[in-house]
């Protein structure tokens, strides 16, 4: 019989937590064992495996879906090495691979398959959540956290963060012992007042040579030379909108440029299942000139085939027969090249006019390659041929509700990770996870070079093998703030970020932050004088990897 309750209890807790914030009256304070911020997968899981220790926890999260990219159209996983991947992460994508009917994982998966799973663990171990509330503020006592302030602002209909909190909502406040910021852009970690950093670092400054500005950028690059101007040939008639002014600086320095954002894309062929892609509010094909002289270009290669394949236009894997995760590809694709500058420091009116401008800009290439006369016929036809999914997105239209920020804020903690950790120049001896993905940033900026467009700062390089990422880089420095763990923009160069900004990792650092969270709060220390071997033997003990053991030669 108990199991039977606890089955109905599961579903019922499924249903209603999505509608939690409206389905019941919401009491203005919580105090609680842990507050996690952000319900990404990271938070899930940090989420659920502090309740699974039997301790109290909360998961804020700022809009009405779980899961973060995970579920917000990424189905196509980086992994790099899934021997690196254990504990919940790998728990999460062996349940995805059930969803299916698989007894193995499944790496590969529908948005709304990969959001029944996160509410089915959330379900499951009776995590309260609560969705459409973003952090207002922050109460320190000391270089302790004591509680964090939230405003109700529910979404905009794309997905965006609501320029404004709801009028009448009265705030929340969550007393914690334990602070775990697991949002994309860092928000709890900056109004602690912890270090962080935007952008790229010089060469210089950690001793990486793939940081910085590049001098070149050899791929997701124009393949023959793009007139940059409005009048071909003529510079006094200003840039093409998708170009931006300046030289882009010198190679090796640092800058506040963040890697590109786009939206993953879930679509389909299947007539039953499709919804048109229409043109955005305002739509103007002069937006897209630099898109048409690109096609231009591509076809005098002869590589214009298709939309995908060798034509460099976009990256369309197939998650299942008849779904999508399109990707960015090329020199002018999916990625909106520096429309996100001001996107991590933002206020959230601003942010709500990046994440619009980076949905119209998209849909607005999608339905150029598919209606204007510039754009070869058979690439028209193709691009018509796919449209939006019905049963995925269906609050926002058919859309991702989640922007893939592939970087914001990165925290500058008492261990920074750096190339020299994905090259084992240098290996942590405190891990509590292990990255394993290339040292990928997408493109940084557009400019003028030699006369012809050029896009700067992709990088695509392997690590020597999967490296370790230790405790310290996922705790703030020593007096900053006693309290609070960071294992989404933990403390990470730009350029070691691109590999380790993998979802199966930022759930393996959930997870190790909610023992290390509870570790601290039952000896009473700070997070950075957690007992590191004592957190060891319980992250191994829940199955994490912490040490790659490559597989031996045949």
């Known amino acids: 019989m108990r199991s039977i309750q606890s089955a109905l209890c599961a579903a019922f807790l499924s249903i209603v937590l999505p509608f939690a914030t409206t389905a019941q009256p919401e009491p203005r304070r919580h105090s609680v064992d842990v507050c996690v911020y952000g319900g990404t997968s990271a938070g899930v899981i940090a989420a659920v495996a502090v309740a699974k220790e039997g301790k109290s926890v909360i998961l804020v999260e700022p809009g009405r879906h779980l899961g973060g990219m995970s579920s917000g159209g990424l189905g196509w996983t980086d992994f790099g090495n899934k021997a690196v991947i254990g504990g919940l992460s790998l728990d999460f994508y062996q349940r995805v691979g059930?969803?299916?009917?698989?007894?193995?994982?499944?790496?590969?998966?529908?948005?709304?398959?990969a959001e029944n799973v996160f509410h089915q663990i959330v379900a499951e171990h009776k995590v309260i959540v609560l969705f459409e509330h973003r952090l207002r503020s922050v109460?320190?006592?000391?270089?302790?956290?004591?509680?964090?302030?939230?405003?109700?602002a529910p979404p905009q209909p794309s997905g965006a963060p609501a320029p404004a909190a709801q009028p009448d909502s009265p705030e929340l406040i969550v007393a914690a012992k334990m602070f775990l910021d697991c949002t994309y852009e860092g928000d709890l970690m900056a109004k602690a007042g912890v270090s962080y950093a935007v952008g790229r670092e010089s060469v210089a400054q950690y001793g990486e040579p793939l940081n910085g500005i590049r001098a070149e950028t050899p791929k997701h690059q124009f393949l023959g030379p793009v007139d940059p101007y409005v009048v071909p040939g003529d510079p006094s008639s200003g840039l093409l909108p998708l170009v931006q002014e300046g030289d882009g600086g010198k190679p090796g320095d640092g800058d506040k440029r963040v890697q590109t954002y786009n939206f993953r894309l879930c679509l389909t062929q299947e007539p039953s299942n499709k919804l048109p892609i229409t043109a955005p509010p305002g739509y103007d094909p002069k937006r897209y000139e630099l898109l048409a002289r690109h096609v231009q270009s591509l076809e005098k290669t002869g590589k214009l085939d298709k939309l995908s394949g060798r034509a460099p236009l976009l990256k369309i894997d197939m998650v299942t027969p008849k779904k999508t995760d399109i990707n960015n590809n090329g020199a002018v694709s999916t990625d909106h090249i520096g429309a996100n500058y001001d996107y991590p420091d933002a206020d959230y009116a601003r942010r709500a006019e990046i994440w619009n401008d980076h949905l119209h800009y998209i849909q607005g290439m999608l339905h150029f390659l598919g209606t204007d006369p510039r754009v070869p016929g058979h690439i028209r036809t193709e691009m018509r041929s796919w449209g939006l999914c019905k049963d995925e997105f269906q609050d926002t239209g058919g859309w991702p509700h989640q922007m893939y920020v592939r970087e914001a804020r990165r925290m500058v903690g008492p261990y920074v990770?750096?190339?020299?950790?994905?090259?084992?120049?240098?290996?942590?001896?405190?891990?509590?996870?292990?990255?394993?993905y290339n040292m990928d940033s997408h493109n940084c900026q557009r400019i003028v070079k030699d006369g012809v467009a050029r896009n700067e700062g992709d990088v695509q390089v392997g690590p020597k093998g999967p490296y370790p990422i230790p405790y310290r880089a996922l705790t703030p420095k020593r007096?900053?703030?006693?309290?609070?763990?960071?294992?989404?923009?933990?403390?990470?160069?730009?350029?070691?970020?691109?590999?380790?900004?993998?979802?199966?990792?930022?759930?393996?650092?959930?997870?190790?932050?909610?023992y290390a969270a509870l570790q601290a709060i039952e000896s009473g220390k700070a997070v950075q004088d957690v007992d590191y071997p004592k957190l060891r033997e319980k992250l191994l003990k829940a199955g994490q990897v912490l040490q790659y053991k490559a597989p031996a030669k045949k």
């Not at 059930?98 to 398959?113: L, N």
């Open 479 to 514: 007096g900053e703030c006693d309290n609070l763990l960071v294992p989404v923009c933990f403390s990470c160069t730009h350029i070691a970020y691109g590999s380790a900004r993998m979802e199966p990792v930022f759930m393996v650092l959930g997870e190790s932050s909610a």
């Open 139 to 152: 109460q320190k006592d000391g270089a302790r956290l004591a509680s964090a302030t939230f405003e109700h």
């Open 98 to 113: 059930r969803a299916y009917g698989r007894q193995e994982a499944a790496w590969t998966f529908e948005p709304r398959v």
């Open 417 to 436: 990770v750096t190339q020299a950790d994905c090259e084992h120049k240098r290996v942590a001896e405190d891990p509590v996870g292990m990255g394993a």
